[in-house]
Structures are given as C-alpha cells and as structure tokens.
C-alpha cells in the first residue's frame, strides 16, 4: 500500500511537491485543517513565505498537531521557508535557529550544486529563492550540506530540513527519501 504524506497548503507551492510525491508512488494528501493530518505516513514542510506560514499554522489550529505528528516519529521533510517553520522559534521541531532571507532578497536567487553527505548519486542541484541558512543548531543536528560555510541542509532523527527547493528539479532524491522512510513506516520498519 502506497504510503500516504501530506503537504502543508496554506501557501507556497504545495501543489509541485504533491506532484513529485504521487510520481514517487506515494498517496499525497493536501494539509490545510488538523484533520488532514489523521493516517498520515509523513508530511512536507514546503517553502513559501514563513511569516504567512505560522499565522496559517496559528489560525487552523495546526501547530500542536503538527508537533504531536512529528514527535511521534513521521518523517518529515522541510525546504526552503519550511526550515524556518520548523526552527526553534516556530514549531520548536528542529533544534536550529534559521536565519530568514540570508543568501539576500529574490534578485539574489541562484543555484548551486551541492554535495548531500548521505544521498547517493554525486551532487544535487539546489535552487535557493530567498534562502535561509542554519545560523545556530543544537548537538543532535547532523549538517548534511553547506554553501559558503554555512549550513544548508539538516538532519535530525526523523527531520530533515533543506533551505533550498528540490521540488523545482528534475533531481527526485529528497522527496524518494521521504517516500522510503514512510513506508517503512506503514510497514511496520524503523525508518533510518
């Protein structure tokens, strides 16, 4: 049976993530209320604009479901905005502070390719749009990629956390991480 992951919509390009996950043979569910989040085998944290993002989170009633969906142990995926959200000073689900804008405003957006310490397959190419970086993190977060010294790409436990947008490449493997590690879940595995 097809894993089922949802995808936050309340703003943001949700709709290319939901794509990229049902092309991967996931069953995706768009999340705007709590109940979307009820059977859920993993969840994406798109990117966006984080400030609109948390009020959504605030005015659903999303915010302790989503920690309760998380702390339980779902996979998780966060890119771009969703780092932020995810951060310490948002849904507190990721021990890093994230520094909102830091590569510079949207005429500052490039691409880059980057090396993924634990993703198989050589370089990923990373479109960052108004980018985050990781400006502190705790013991327990893993650095999986950096740009200029600074971190881009974050691990911990189940969370993983990207400041950039793989949903806008041909380049599958983040969002197949995702995938893999929900139905080992649905499966009765231990995701890695």
Same mark, same amino acid.
């Given at each position: ?9 309340? !703003? ?13 043979? #996931?069953?995706? =569910?768009? +999340?705007?209320?709590?109940? &979307? ?11 966006? $604009? ?7 989170? $605030?005015?659903?009633?999303? #915010?302790?479901?989503?920690? !309760?969906? +998380? ?30 804008? #830091?590569?510079?405003? !949207? ?26 970086? +990781?400006?502190? =993190? ?6 999986? #990629?950096?740009? &200029?010294?600074?971190?881009?790409? +974050?691990? !911990? ?13 041909? &380049? ?21």
């Amino acid at each position: 049976m097809a894993p089922r992951i949802g995808v936050l919509a309340l !703003q943001g390009d949700f709709e290319v993530h939901a794509s990229v996950l049902e092309e991967l043979g #996931a069953e995706p =569910r768009v +999340v705007r209320v709590p109940e &979307d989040l009820e059977g859920l085998d993993g969840i994406v944290i798109p990117g966006g $604009e984080s400030t609109t993002m948390s009020m959504g989170i $605030e005015r659903e009633g999303l #915010a302790e479901p989503l920690r !309760q969906l +998380v702390e339980a142990g779902t996979p998780t995926l966060g890119t771009c905005a969703g780092l932020i959200v995810l951060d310490r000073d948002h849904l507190g689900l990721l021990d890093v502070r994230a520094e909102r804008n #830091a590569f510079g405003r !949207q005429v500052r957006s490039f691409e880059s390719d980057v090396e993924l310490r634990g993703l198989d397959g050589g370089t990923l190419r990373a479109v960052f749009i108004r980018a985050p970086w +990781v400006e502190e =993190r705790g013991e327990e977060v893993e650095v999986l #990629a950096e740009v &200029d010294g600074h971190p881009v790409a +974050v691990r !911990q436990g189940n969370v993983m956390a990207v400041a950039f947008h793989p949903e806008l490449t041909d &380049d599958r493997r983040l969002h197949r991480w995702l995938v893999e590690r929900a139905g080992l879940g649905r499966n009765g595995g231990t995701p890695a």
